[in-house]
């Protein structure tokens, strides 16, 4: 669960409350995700942040490992699968993403 810049709650890649608490949807299939709830294999992915451009990042589970990092803005709905591999994210008071991939660290700017 994480908190955005608009005091939206997000439950993970299922949706979120808005500040009116209206419930949104945003699961594609929602009876597949309850039907499979529980099995790692079919579970949505796990938000790991909100950064401060209010990006959504999140990791991937499949057959117990972790498998990669997306983001998605949902103020425009693009997103990106940010890279295949697993890797938590921190930023800085810099408005900088901190990751660490198979033991490189890695930085990015969201100034730039």
Same mark, same amino acid.
């Given at each position: ?34 039907? /499979?709830?529980? /099995? ?21 589970? *499949?057959? +117990?490992?972790?498998?990669? !990092?997306?983001?998605? /803005?949902?103020? *425009? ?5 940010? *890279?295949?591999?697993?890797? #938590? ?10 990751? !660490?991939?198979? +033991? ?6 969201? #100034?730039?």
């Amino acid at each position: 669960m994480g908190i955005d810049q608009i005091n939206r709650l997000w439950l993970g890649a299922i949706g979120y409350i808005d500040s009116d608490r209206i419930w949104h949807l945003i699961h594609p299939n929602p009876e597949y995700y309850l039907a /499979n709830a529980g /099995n790692m294999r079919y579970g949505p992915p796990e938000l790991i942040l909100i950064s401060s451009d209010n990006r959504l990042w999140y990791m991937r589970y *499949t057959d +117990g490992s972790r498998e990669g !990092v997306a983001w998605y /803005n949902p103020e *425009t709905g693009e997103g990106c699968m940010f *890279t295949g591999r697993p890797a #938590n994210i921190i930023e800085d008071n810099n408005q900088t993403l901190w990751m !660490v991939i198979d +033991g490189n660290l890695y930085k990015y700017s969201l #100034n730039d």
